[in-house]
């Protein structure tokens, strides 16, 4: 969430006084106390500015929050957007490193539908699948958890009633067969722990991004709406390729114990030198990972840079000067 540490008026602290703000508008990108925020809604240039309360300010996210309105390098107010290079522009920007590029917009247009964009509701289901595959693999793995417990418990008794029917002699190897079968139980459990701490990670930083969601969707600029829409959707990304990877990889194989018991048990004791052998089995994954239907949805609102080719450039007027 932006930062919860006490915000001055932006108008009020440029004539040396502090005044703590109630507003803030993400367009003039500063703090308005109740004063200053009749005059700017007075101003026929910033009255149609989209200024929320404080309060509403800070349950942005910090890195939504910090999204400025102006060019950090020309100190002037973005107006334009490069296709080709997907960054925003001031006027100045665009001479200097945007002069061959092709496919530069009003950001204004860009920016209209941002909360509204097919972006966001490919977001929120990318993320509802994603809790729904972690919550899948996170039963698969914990079922998989007590099915070992069971087998393991099964060999347990079959090498105890073994036990039973031979003397002494064996000691040695009963204990070495319960160290390797407790071994394997403890390597597959390890593994699976391990997994599951990964998944219960996941799950925070979905709900985190989630929580983020609605809150630009309440209190961001679309400015914000926009850049911060494409900020998450990389981290959904990393989110997704990690799920992929547990379905393209043996983390999410069946692991089972397997113990067979050696027949010449009962045989000579003295030729006897193990009662059985601890092994483990993998097989296919149980669970399936849920994914969007057709997801060739779009999940950009702002069109591509056209072809670059010469035979495919035209031109056409966009202002008179």
């Not at 008026?9 to 993400?26: K, N, R, Y």
């Not at 007590?146 to 029917?165: G, L, M, P, S, Y």
């Not at 002699?169 to 701490?197: F, M, N, P, V, W």
Request: glycine share 2%; proline share 3%; aromatic share 6%.
């Amino acid at each position: 969430m932006a930062s919860s540490s006490i915000v001055v008026c932006g108008v009020c602290e440029s004539q040396h006084s502090t005044i703590t703000a109630e507003f803030w508008c993400p367009e003039c990108d500063e703090g308005l106390c109740s004063k200053c925020l009749n005059f700017h809604n007075a101003s026929k240039a910033l009255r149609y500015h989209g200024v929320i309360s404080i309060n509403n300010y800070k349950q942005l996210p910090q890195s939504i929050a910090n999204i400025s309105q102006f060019c950090s390098e020309h100190d002037r107010k973005f107006q334009n957007y490069c296709l080709q290079d997907e960054s925003l522009c001031c006027p100045l920007c665009i001479q200097p490193n945007h002069d061959k590029c092709m496919g530069i917009i009003s950001l204004e247009k860009v920016i209209e539908n941002a909360k509204t964009s097919v972006l966001f509701e490919s977001l929120y289901l990318n993320l509802k699948d994603i809790k729904i595959n972690v919550k899948r693999v996170d039963k698969d793995r914990k079922q998989n958890l007590a099915e070992i417990k069971v087998q393991r418990q099964k060999f347990h008794d079959e090498i105890k009633q073994v036990r039973i029917k031979i003397n002494e002699h064996i000691d040695s190897l009963e204990q070495r067969i319960l160290r390797d079968l407790y071994a394997a139980e403890e390597k597959i459990t390890s593994q699976i722990g391990d997994l599951l701490e990964k998944v219960a990670k996941i799950t925070e930083k979905v709900d985190l991004l989630q929580t983020n969601i609605r809150a630009i969707k309440e209190y961001a600029s679309d400015l914000q709406a926009f850049i911060g829409s494409k900020m998450i959707e990389t981290e959904i990304q990393k989110h997704e390729k990690f799920m992929q990877s547990l379905f393209e990889d043996a983390s999410l194989q069946k692991m089972d114990i397997n113990c067979k018991i050696n027949d010449k048990i009962f045989d000579l004791l003295s030729s006897i030198t193990s009662i059985g052998l601890v092994s483990v089995k993998s097989s296919p994954p149980l669970v399936v990972m849920k994914t969007v239907k057709g997801k060739q949805v779009q999940t950009r609102s702002v069109p591509r840079a056209p072809p670059s080719a010469i035979s495919d450039i035209r031109m056409k007027l966009q202002n008179n000067i």
